[in-house]
């Protein structure tokens, strides 16, 4: 009865390790604290202990053990934790443990470090999982989405803090918070907007599709050799038919310059012959095909920009989309996402 007044008075609880614990600072008049007596504090102690206080304190041994059970006591209480209830630790000096401490020096120091010293559990989670210091490479953000992951899942009954967790991680590594969900099996709600249908008349003229962005690449390099060189794509990307034959063309003028119809000649039995075919003959439509210039080469370079961004995009899609990525696959997800 007493100690529930104690913390009815106090408006906290604080959980230490020992029985010695718990009667030294009662002896000095902290009379709200509590013992794990050795055992590992689990959800149903975190359950019973809000129910008393929305403020829980934890302070163990300032040792490695010590330490060691104030990160279980973090694990074991995320499933319970909830918007209006705060989880804090202290840790000690590792000379110390509270019995110690607060014989040394006394109650009103030991609140003070209580109160004002202690960490709140979000500084606590990311201190331990980042150990001190922010993720620099591509390799320690994917390490720490690894460790933070199945963690920031288990919070489910404390919205807010769940979504300023998950923020922070998305800070951290420089993943977009809806590819951050994906990452870690929780897609972001999809919109679902219904179809429209349009009903064209009996009689319309249907006027020839414009040129993709690929086929205008295409009829570009074509008659300019030289610009060869500007044409490049990462391996780990898949690569349609009309993107192989643009690459294949490069190919082919970086060896030896050739005229655009060597050049169709040259792959006449090719299956890029009739992609290459179909950009000639239609090559007298475009005014510019003899065009240059600065201005023409920039469009080049922005245009294959452009497709590999896109190629980037359809293959973050398709990741996203599989099941179960293997190690390679997700290193290279992170990798494409943190470079976007």
């Known amino acids: 009865h007493e100690a529930r007044q104690a913390v009815k008075d106090a408006g906290r609880i604080l959980v230490v390790e020992g029985y010695m614990d718990v009667v030294a600072l009662a002896q000095f008049g902290v009379g709200y604290a509590v013992a794990a007596l050795g055992t590992s504090t689990t959800a149903e102690h975190i359950k019973l202990l809000f129910r008393q206080t929305d403020h829980v304190y934890f302070c163990f041994d300032g040792d490695a053990a010590g330490r060691k059970a104030a990160w279980r006591a973090l694990e074991n209480a995320l ?83 769940s979504y300023l967790l998950r923020q922070e991680l998305s800070e951290k590594t420089g993943i977009d918070p809806n590819n951050l969900a994906q990452l870690m099996g929780q897609a972001a709600p999809q919109r679902h907007v219904a179809a429209k249908s349009y009903q064209l008349p009996r009689e319309s003229y249907r006027q020839p599709a414009p040129a993709t962005l690929l086929q205008q690449q295409l009829r570009t390099l ?91 995009t359809e293959h973050i899609n398709r990741l996203r989309q599989k099941p179960q990525l293997s190690p390679d696959e997700k290193k290279l997800l992170i990798s494409l996402l943190t470079m976007k």
Not at 115 to 130: D, G, I, Q, V
Not at 229 to 237: C, I, M, N, R, T
Not at 248 to 269: G, I, M, N, S, V
Not at 273 to 298: C, G, M, P, R, T
């Open 222 to 312: 074509l008659f300019n050799a030289e610009w060869a060189e500007y044409v490049s794509f990462p391996d780990y990307l898949d690569i349609s038919d009309e993107l192989a034959c643009l690459l294949d063309l490069a190919k082919l003028y970086r060896q030896r310059p050739l005229t655009a119809a060597q050049a169709l000649e040259h792959f006449r039995q090719s299956p890029h012959f009739a992609i290459l075919d179909s950009v000639f003959a239609h090559a007298a439509e475009a005014d510019s095909i003899n065009d240059n210039s600065a201005e023409k080469l920039q469009e080049f370079q922005d245009g294959m920009r452009k497709i590999v961004q896109k190629a980037q």
């Open 79 to 161: 499933p319970q934790l909830k918007d209006d209830k705060t989880l804090s630790f202290l840790f000690l000096p590792p000379e110390h443990d509270p019995d110690s401490f607060i014989r040394q020096y006394g109650r009103q120091r030991f609140e003070e470090a209580l109160l004002h010293e202690s960490k709140p559990l979000s500084h606590y989670f990311w201190e331990t999982l980042t150990a001190g210091a922010e993720p620099n490479t591509q390799e320690a953000k994917a390490e720490l989405v690894k460790h933070a992951a199945p963690l920031l899942r288990q919070i489910t009954q404390a919205p807010t803090l």
